[in-house]
């Protein structure tokens, strides 16, 4: 197309300002408001015609253009006309059987061939077609080989005799003269007016198909035409019983315009033949230029024969219809079944059903019928949109929003208004009757529901740092407004499955916030100015209060589990936001949700995610550094922490992630206003991993079998080290990286320093709430664990230490010291004891050095080695199973005389066993003997080595190795390792930060087991207590 | 006036003691070589350089020496060994010892059996048969007492690395172990006799204390630290072995399915004789049933080497340290 605009002629121009007027995909409706125009000609006589005159007339028609696709070359017009006439040849069959084939078909159909062989032959002509063309005119002449087989007789007959119907060519060919004067007439009158060319031109082109012989100048053929109009398309009654002058203005200029087209392009045809004669080349370019637009020609005749949508007209009804309820929710049901179909304009067909409430609204039809529009109009606002993604223009949102406020009103005013959506379509009572309340049928609250699944989508697709986003942000306000409305509705009229949602929309709405005016009311402080007083008294309820009654009732009422579950964990969440944490653990803990968190869906864990973070950041803020540590490992060691919380998508290749799937993942981001500030979770859980962890390097300094508390933490640290130049630190890791090395050395007054500051204030600590306390808690933990790493790093240097001295280093009062050292004691940490008259710790120094410690590791994987060659030896024999003789074996050890009988007696039978079961080599041999040699050797060896304390450590070290290693399998080895007092703790730390690894957002097992092993830590420390 | 001296025919090495020689001063390479350490070697990191000299008789003497110089990578273009070359040439004009004789190289806690050793005295010993390794061992040498130790690699492990063929059969046919890898080369430093009378007086006019440098206590750190490499190497032994394991497991299930596979064919056979049907072809078993990887076993020769190196020297110093404390302990009690 953009050739032909490029050649810049009037027509062409017109193409293009004609084509910005019409609104795409509305030819179907073009067509139909032309036939509505033409409504005026209603009054004019009517002729009864034949169906055979009908019938015949249709199929002159195609030949008619056929013949003039063919002058001009355009195979591909030719052949879709083909197509067209073969049916409609086929319909008239009856008349065809009854009054034999017309010779005028046969005539075609001969003049068809003949002219497509010629057409094949000139091959210089098919090079110069385009490559449409040709493909159509190879097609073509298939298709009319295959054809004419049929008609052989009847064309033979022809060509013997092809006089036989010259005269009725002629006749055609006055026709045809006749149309052409007929056009070039409506050129003339084109200045005088839009509508009237219209009208000439509507029936001139969209009844092309039909004919475009001049015989349309007369009125008869016009009429016929609608006859048969209405005929195809039945519904058309009424549209032809309303009168189109009531014709929008911009509609029929548009109109005009389209067919303006049309006219220029018989214009063209005309102005082509006169050009051949001048000017060859011309006429090549222009050509084309027809061939283009015979061929839009025939795509709309295409749509015609199809047959367009169900149409809407702008003029709902006749005048003098009584306007009445049935005939309302007929016109309705007409407009609805537009709906959803390719080509409705959606936008017009709200403005129709707007028009629609007007008018019943004008005619006093009563509210029923007004529900139902409404209910209408809302779901065509929702369905504006036809990509899920897209979000509502602003315009749309709002007027959602009214019509969803207006629909409250109407029911809020009427109580004898049922809806539902079990209401049958049929059952519905929209009349007005006196003493039958009204029933319609709809869902309310899906459409709310559906609402503030709108507000979401435009929350997450508005720039969140644009005052577009606060303005957009000023709506929720609104959208609270009326789920409160309809949550007040719902409590008189809805089943308690419909409260349920509508109490889990609200909470979805409250939970996240945190309510200032109940913080300040808590602290005791009464506001400041006297409006603020009252807006706190305006206020109402806490909303922990109101929290507490919607999830107690959807706790007890709901049945769908998914509700529940939100409900839970958005109560949690809030109990959280507002530091009730005892209150929000027992419920997480009493809910077991960590335990199946795995089977919810996507939006449900992200929503754990959230919960267990603002969890942990409440444990912190208490001061329960080890329950935030432990709320917090899970979404932090998986480093993504943003995708986890769907706080934005991590940059990941294609491959992981398609299209579809990103913008499944894009539609679960949480809005911007509801976000955790990832800084400050980061934070949280890095200040709390430094907390545990630094004490715990200190106290397992040589300890070979050292685990890591937290492998984020020591990856900061290792990033820290790698510095090669070390400044002043900059970012909150560097702080904490900082301080953590000032705890190292039990210097805590630097690493108070680090982690409160002024650039960490303004980062991290000023977003609480409560920053005071919180940042009174922290100076006192890290005067603690400074204390503690200090012990465990310096003890051996001491012989007593008094606590008097310590409690001064660490500004602790002495009794904290006393209380700090004693639980060390007690737990074994610390191998000291406490001297009552002088207040001083003394060292028992039984530590063993680094030197032994070494040892001891080194004897350790020396027995690993040992064993696993061992297993080497076995498998030897296992597959030389002949290589040693027993018996020669056997009697080289007699030979070894009673030496080795005496000293290696033990490891002799176990030899004997184990050549015993050699033959067999059975599992149970195997077990047995390495059993009996572990234990011999590890016993004798290393039991003596260690002290006591130690002693229980090793049995449960070698269980575990046994059976772990076995296997092949390291975490079991791990597993048992561990003492008893980390078991727990650990187990969930791996569990969870695997599971953190595997699953997207299902963290699966790993949350359950993280939280678990948290679980069980928990109820540890309460009977500490 | 001169130092070492060794001799070596066809792998048989005898010392002759009494070969004197009038070259120039041993010291020299010996203090040249420590100088080089003090110079450049920093902790675990080694120096390497060239050993020049030349063989007489039954000896190998080596007179002088001179360093690898320390290149980064970023002069990439340096070549190694167009500056032996250039070194070599230029000691000529000065008419000093020019043949290259063998290379010495520091060593960490004597750790020094690696690949890279290996491959590189292979190299030497295949191109210049009497050359020798000198491992110099720093720390060992700050405690008082030089520690400096000549290795060639013997005959068999020359043949196999020659065949490059260190698969588990190779080596147990060559009947190699760890203890036959390298053999030890007596040294013997002598000096010229100026030098020596220098040596007595210095030694006459040095204070109490530094001669008692050698009575030095404090021997866990060393200790730690052998303890701790060794504990490394144990480590890459166990790995070495779980390899090894898993290799023969695997050889001996394929041996099974090979086994299972060729039983079945008789049978198959066996039972279309009986019907009268031609036997199925013999296909290729090696084909269907590929041997796994062997593990390359001269790695876990080499930390077995080491392991024992270091066995050697734990064992060395604890005895030497035990002799020390029992010393200690018995003044201590006179004192008091």
């Known amino acids: 197309m953009s050739r032909f605009f490029a050649t810049g002629s009037d027509s062409e121009s017109e193409e293009s300002s004609s084509a910005d007027e019409i609104t795409p995909k509305t030819s179907g409706p073009n067509f139909r408001q032309s036939l509505l125009l033409s409504d005026d000609e209603e009054d004019t006589k009517r002729v009864v015609r034949s169906a055979k005159d009908k019938r015949f007339e249709e199929l002159t028609n195609l030949i008619k253009t056929i013949r003039n696709a063919m002058k001009i070359r355009d195979m591909a017009k030719c052949l879709e006309e083909f197509d067209q006439l073969c049916r409609a040849f086929l319909k008239s069959k009856t008349i065809v059987d009854k009054e034999g084939v017309p010779p005028f078909y046969i005539r075609l159909l001969a003049d068809l061939e003949d002219y497509l062989n010629q057409l094949w032959e000139d091959k210089e002509g098919k090079k110069k077609m385009n490559k449409n063309n040709a493909k159509s005119l190879s097609s073509l002449r298939q298709k009319i080989r295959k054809y004419n087989r049929d008609y052989e007789t009847e064309i033979a007959a022809y060509k013997e005799n092809p006089q036989e119907s010259a005269d009725e060519e002629e006749e055609k060919e006055a026709e045809e003269s006749g149309s052409s004067s007929g056009s070039s007439d409506d050129e003339e009158e084109g200045g005088e007016g839009m509508t009237a060319k219209n009208f000439l031109k509507k029936e001139a082109v969209p009844e092309a198909n039909k004919f475009l012989k001049g015989a349309k100048g007369s009125g008869d053929e016009a009429s016929s035409s609608d006859d048969e109009d209405d005929e195809d398309w039945g519904e058309d009654s009424e549209d032809s019983g309303s009168s189109s002058s009531e014709d929008g203005e911009g509609k029929s200029s548009s109109l005009a315009c389209r067919f303006l087209k049309k006219t220029q392009e018989g214009e063209k045809g005309l102005d082509k033949k006169r050009e051949q004669r001048k000017k060859k080349q011309k006429k090549e370019r222009l050509e084309e230029e027809a061939e283009e637009e015979a061929g839009e020609e025939g795509e709309g005749g295409w749509e015609k024969v199809k047959g367009g949508v169900p149409l809407v007209k702008p003029k709902m009804f006749a005048k003098g219809t009584e306007i009445n309820t049935t005939v309302v929710v007929k016109k309705l049901n007409e407009i609805l079944q537009a709906r959803g179909k390719k080509g409705t304009d959606r936008a017009a067909q709200i403005e129709l059903l707007h028009l629609l409430a007007g008018i019943s609204g004008e005619h006093n039809l009563g509210q029923g019928i007004l529900v139902k529009i409404k209910f209408n109009i809302i779901a065509s606002l929702y369905d504006y949109n036809p990509n899920l993604a897209a979000f509502m223009k602003a315009d749309m949102w709002k007027k959602c929003l009214e019509c969803i406020d207006e629909l409250l009103d109407i029911l809020f005013e009427n109580s004898n208004i049922f809806i539902g959506e079990n209401i049958a379509e049929d059952s519905e009572n929209l009349a007005i009757i006196e003493s039958q309340p009204f029933r319609v049928r709809g869902c309310i609250l899906t459409l709310v529901e559906r609402m503030d699944e709108e507000f979401t989508k435009i929350m997450q697709n508005t720039d969140p740092h644009s005052q577009e986003y606060v303005d957009n942000l000023k709506d929720e306000g609104h959208v609270c407004g009326i789920i409160d409305r309809l949550l007040s509705y719902l409590e008189t009229k809805g089943s308690t499955e419909e409260v349920c949602r509508i109490y889990l929309r609200r909470i979805m709405h409250t939970y996240y916030k945190f309510d200032y005016k109940a913080h300040r009311r808590s602290l005791g402080l009464v506001a400041e100015t006297k409006s603020e007083q009252d807006q706190e008294e305006s206020e109402g309820e806490d909303s922990a209060v109101i929290m507490d009654r919607l999830c107690k009732f959807i706790y007890a009422k709901d049945r769908t589990d998914r509700i529940r579950t939100c409900a839970i964990l958005c109560h949690i969440y809030h109990h959280a936001l507002h530091s009730r944490w005892y209150q929000a653990r027992d419920l997480m803990l009493m809910s077991h949700l960590q335990d199946n968190i795995q089977h919810a869906d996507p939006p449900v864990q992200i929503l754990y995610n959230r919960t267990m973070v603002q969890l942990g950041i409440c444990a912190f803020r208490q001061g329960m550094i080890k329950d935030a540590h432990n709320a917090l490992l899970d979404i932090q060691s998986s480093g993504r922490a943003k995708e986890l919380l769907g706080q934005g998508l991590l940059m990941r290749n294609m491959q992981e992630r398609n299209a579809e799937q990103e913008k499944i993942e894009k539609r679960r981001q949480v809005p911007f206003h509801m976000h955790i500030n990832l800084e400050l979770l980061e934070c949280v859980y890095l200040v709390s991993a430094m907390l545990l962890e630094i004490p715990y390097m200190a106290a397992h300094e040589f300890d070979a079998r050292r685990r890591m508390i937290s492998k984020q933490f020591h990856h900061q640290l290792r990033v820290g080290e790698r510095q090669p130049l070390l400044g002043p630190p900059e970012s909150m890791r560097e702080h904490v990286v900082a301080a953590s090395k000032a705890m190292k050395m039990g210097d805590w007054r630097t690493c108070h320093s680090f982690i409160i500051n002024e650039k960490m204030n303004s980062k991290v600590w000023d977003l609480f709430p409560e920053t005071q306390c919180v940042r009174e808690m922290l100076v006192r933990k890290i005067q603690e664990e400074s204390l503690r790493t200090y012990l465990f790093t310096y003890s051996s240097v001491y012989d007593s230490i008094s606590m008097g001295t310590l409690s001064e280093m660490f500004e602790l009062e002495l009794a904290m010291v006393h209380s700090i050292i004693s639980k060390m004691i007690i737990n074994e940490e610390l191998m000291a004891s406490l001297d009552q008259p002088t207040q001083t710790v003394v060292m028992h120094r039984t530590e063993p050095t680094s030197l032994q410690n070494m040892a001891l ?110 296997d092949g399998n390291r975490d079991g080895n791990q597993g048992g390792n561990r003492d ?26 790993g949350g359950g087991g993280g939280y678990g092993g948290y679980r069980n830590h928990q109820n540890r420390d309460q009977s500490n207590y | 006036s001169f130092a070492f001296t060794w001799v070596q025919f066809n792998g048989e090495n005898c010392l002759n003691k009494d070969t004197k020689t009038n070259l120039q001063d041993g010291l020299k390479v010996v203090l040249k070589i420590i100088k080089h350490y003090q110079e450049e070697g920093q902790g675990s990191e080694v120096v390497q350089g060239v050993l020049l000299g030349l063989v007489v008789e039954d000896r190998l003497e080596i007179t002088n020496c001179f360093p690898f110089p320390q290149h980064t990578e970023d002069d990439a273009d340096f070549d190694e060994v167009q500056y032996q070359m250039e070194m070599m040439r230029s000691l000529r004009h000065v008419n000093i010892d020019h043949l290259h004789v063998g290379w010495y190289q520091s060593t960490f806690y004597g750790s020094f059996v690696s690949r890279a050793l290996l491959d590189s005295q292979f190299s030497y010993q295949h191109a210049i048969e009497e050359s020798v390794v000198l491992i110099y061992d720093p720390i060992k040498t700050a405690q008082g007492s030089l520690s400096l130790k000549a290795y060639r690699l013997t005959p068999e492990l020359m043949e196999i690395c020659k065949e490059k063929d260190f698969t588990p059969e190779a080596l147990k046919k060559a009947n190699i172990g760890f203890e036959h890898m390298f053999e030890e080369v007596p040294i013997v430093i002598k000096n010229s006799h100026l030098i020596s009378v220098l040596m007595w007086e210095l030694e006459d006019k040095s204070t109490v204390a530094d001669k008692h440098e050698l009575l030095n206590l404090s021997s866990s750190n060393h200790l730690e630290k052998s303890l701790q490499l060794l504990m490394d190497r144990v480590d890459d032994m166990s790995q070495d072995i779980v390899k090894y394991n898993t290799y023969s497991r695997n050889l001996s299930k394929q041996q099974q399915q090979k086994h299972q596979y060729v039983q079945r064919r008789q049978q198959e056979n066996a039972q279309r004789q009986t019907r009268g049907e031609a036997a199925l072809a013999e296909e290729d078993i090696t084909k269907l049933f590929k041997p796994p990887q062997p593990p390359p076993r001269m790695d876990t020769l080499l930390i077995a080497g080491q392991i024992n190196n270091y066995c050697q020297n734990v064992k060395e110093f604890t005895s030497q340290n035990l002799g020390k404390l029992f010393m200690a302990e018995a003044l201590q009690g006179h004192n008091s």
């Open chain 1, 857 to 966: 590791q080194l004897a350790e994987k020396l027995g690993g080695l040992v064993e696993n060659n061992e297993r080497v030896f076995d498998l030897k024999q296992g597959v030389y199973g002949g290589y040693f003789n027993r018996d020669q074996k056997g009697s080289y050890q007699q030979k070894q005389g009673g030496y080795q009988r005496e000293n290696r007696g033990g490891y002799q039978q176990r030899q004997g066993g184990y050549r015993g079961g050699d033959g067999q080599r059975g599992g149970g041999y195997q077990g047995g003997y390495r059993g009996g040699y572990q234990g011999g050797n590890r016993d004798g060896n290393q039991g003596g080595n260690r002290d006591g304390n130690q002693g229980g450590y090793q049995g449960g070290y070698r269980g575990g190795y046994q059976g772990g290693n076995r």
């Open chain 1, 980 to 1005: 008893g007092n980390q078991g727990g703790y650990q187990g969930g730390y791996k569990g969870g930060y695997q599971g953190g690894y595997q699953g997207g957002y299902q963290r699966g097992g």
